[in-house]
């Protein structure tokens, strides 16, 4: 998969393109706005990121003659401003996707992996990672032989992790996705950790491997490993 | 002619009008006054002379005209003498009459954005020079609370941006001062994202609070059920209290629609509802009420703490300010969630406001019924 990224503040160009090597994308990073648009008509990317204030070239007016041309290539816009305009204006433009600086990693590399997903049927009914098995229809979990009783809230977080599995998941990515708060003025956190504690209790109980790990100032992922 | 008029100073402008009716009234009084007395002469001299046959009755009617063309000369040549020394002294006592003002002009001139705490002297305080200098005393007044208030904020505020980014310095620092082990090197990163976090929030919650000031939130307000939102929050918040082992109970037992941005609304909620959860004692009861009257939507929220003592009651909705300190920075709290609450309220045309007894303290957020 190629990504390009347009981005002209270096560090965080070097930052994303290092985390997405890691995922395993072809990352191709262009530094002012002239650059990004050269290479995103020259090229064939599957997905662009493109910040939105470059010198040169705004990241509005590539996103707008690229779509001019028919480059249907998915673009996923970063900005600095989290005005109502600038989100709408660029949605509007064509864009897929947008986050709002500063972002976490976790949520970027999420929401690439949903746009690069895009068109394949998602349609499943049944979630498994390790011996933990949702059922989404019944909505029912299993872990090994135990049946698990869960809130719809827990089930609901539960889904979320998993679908993400092996990936890092925010506590803003939670707030937004599971309790449809888009808001981060919103106080969730709480909520989210004590609701998350709850949920853990249940599936990792004492004695099996951990399924659900925390890790510190990021978020949560569920991966097997370490206890 | 017009260019004169609206540029010369009102002392002028009252001299010019000042003459102007001054003379229109001294022609009448001279014309007047001038007829006047040529009648008189005349039925004087028509008169039948008594005694004896007057011989010079027609050399007594030129001298009589002739005094009459003295008296309009008099008349003519003192109108205008008598006017401009009017005049003058009318200027005299405008100006006089005026120099407070120009005083006043000069005084409030004097009083700058870092002179706010002065005023102006106000000589009597029950004329109009009085008055209007009280007016802009009154206004300077509220001028040097909102500048204080911005003051204050703006040194509260970059005092909470400070605490996370030298907290993330300090991790740095010592994290590179000296060999650690790969568990450490986790350990101080994930402590710099969670201070990361902490700045973010801030941010993001004085944007927003910006945007509030300056009326610049956009709404997409719709008709909900204040009864229904109020038991989503309670729903959501619901594991917070139930880790303190308090009960939220919530009676809202008919459907009040509101008219109001939902998202927004909602934070204003969530944040008066979480605040009672923190400041609640453990094992309590938090109520929470949705009614309506005749014209208003109300959403109350009591918990059963202490209370608010009243030197705090004033000042709980501003910006960053903590009762507690030591306390709320333990809860994580940002001091800034009532603010919030008030902003949110705001926009969408509601009231927010405390009401705190000796037993418990009550949010009441009244919004417009839809």
């Known amino acids: ?71 249907e290539t998915p673009v996923l816009i970063l900005t600095a401003r989290d005005g109502l305009d600038d989100r709408v204006l660029g949605l509007d433009l064509g864009a897929d996707d947008y986050l709002v600086k500063p972002f976490a990693l976790p949520e970027l590399l999420a929401r690439i992996r949903a746009l690069l997903r895009r068109g394949r049927p998602s349609e499943v009914f049944r979630l498994k990672f390790a011996d933990l098995e949702l059922d989404l229809v019944a909505r029912r979990v299993v872990r090994g032989e135990r049946l698990i009783d869960l809130t719809a809230r827990e089930f609901e977080l539960l889904e979320y992790l998993v679908r993400h599995q092996g990936h890092l998941v925010s506590r803003e990515m939670l707030a937004r996705d599971v309790w449809k708060e888009p808001r981060r003025a919103t106080p969730l956190d709480n909520v989210i950790d004590v609701q998350m504690a709850r949920l853990r209790r249940k599936i990792d109980p004492e004695g099996v491997p951990r399924l659900i790990q925390t890790v510190r100032g990021v978020g949560f992922v569920v991966r097997e490993g370490e206890p | 002619m017009r260019r004169w008029w609206t540029t010369a100073s009102i002392r002028v402008r009252l001299t010019a009008w000042y003459a102007a009716v001054l003379t229109l009234l001294l022609l009448l009084y001279a014309t007047a006054t001038f007829f006047a007395v040529r009648h008189e002469f005349h039925e004087q001299l028509e008169q039948p002379a008594t005694g004896s046959e007057d011989p010079s009755h027609a050399t007594a009617e030129e001298r009589v005209e002739e005094q009459l063309d003295e008296v309009l000369l008099v008349l003519i040549l003192g109108l205008p003498v008598t006017v401009v020394a009017a005049g003058f002294g009318g200027y005299l006592l ?82 590179l001062g000296a060999t650690r082990t ?38 997409t307000r719709e008709v909900i059920d204040l009864a229904d939102l109020a038991r989503e929050v309670a729903a959501a918040l619901g594991v917070l209290a139930e880790d303190r082992r308090q009960r939220i109970h919530v009676d809202a037992p008919e459907r009040v629609p ?32 949705v ?72 949010f009441r957020i009244t919004l417009p019924r839809a």
């Not at chain 1, 990224?5 to 560090?11: A, G, L, N």
């Not at chain 2, 986790?186 to 929030?201: N, Q």
């Not at chain 2, 045309?349 to 705190?356: D, F």
């Open chain 1, 1 to 71: 998969m190629r990504v390009l990224i347009v981005e002209d503040e270096r560090k965080l160009a070097e930052v994303l393109a290092s985390a997405l090597r890691a995922e395993h994308y072809d990352v191709v990073v262009a530094a002012t706005g002239e650059d990004g648009f050269y290479r995103a008509n020259a090229e064939i990317f599957d997905l662009v990121v493109l910040d939105l204030m470059l010198p040169g070239r705004s990241g509005l007016e590539i996103l707008q003659t690229l779509r001019q041309r028919r480059i």
């Open chain 2, 94 to 175: 405008a100006r006089r009459a005026l120099a407070p003002i120009d005083q006043l002009a000069a005084d409030a001139r004097r009083i700058t954005a870092d002179r706010l705490h002065e005023r102006l002297t106000v000589s009597n305080a029950h004329d109009e020079i009085g008055r209007l200098a009280a007016v802009i005393n009154e206004t300077f007044a509220r001028l040097e609370a909102s500048f204080d208030q911005l003051r204050r904020f703006t040194a509260d505020a970059s005092h909470e941006l400070r605490t996370p980014l030298s907290v993330i310095r300090g991790i740095g620092e010592f994290g």
């Open chain 2, 182 to 219: 790969p568990r450490e090197y986790k350990d101080a990163i994930g402590s710099m994202l969670e201070e990361v976090d902490r700045l973010t929030r801030l941010v993001d919650t004085l944007l927003r609070l910006a945007r509030g000031d300056a009326g610049t939130v956009r709404l």
């Open chain 2, 258 to 289: 509101v008219l109001a941005d939902r998202l927004v609304l909602r934070e204003a909620i969530t944040n008066v509802v979480d605040n009672a959860i923190k400041y609640g004692p453990a094992a309590s009861v938090i109520h929470i009420r």
């Open chain 2, 291 to 362: 009614a309506r009257d005749l014209r208003q939507a109300v959403f109350t929220v009591t918990d059963e703490g202490p209370g608010i003592a009243a030197e705090h009651r004033g000042r709980i909705f501003d910006r960053f300010y903590r009762i507690d300190e030591a306390r709320s920075r333990e809860m994580g709290g940002t001091g800034l969630g009532l603010a919030i609450a008030k902003s949110a309220v705001e926009a969408n045309a509601g009231n927010i406001s405390l009401e705190s007894t000796g037993a418990g303290s009550t």
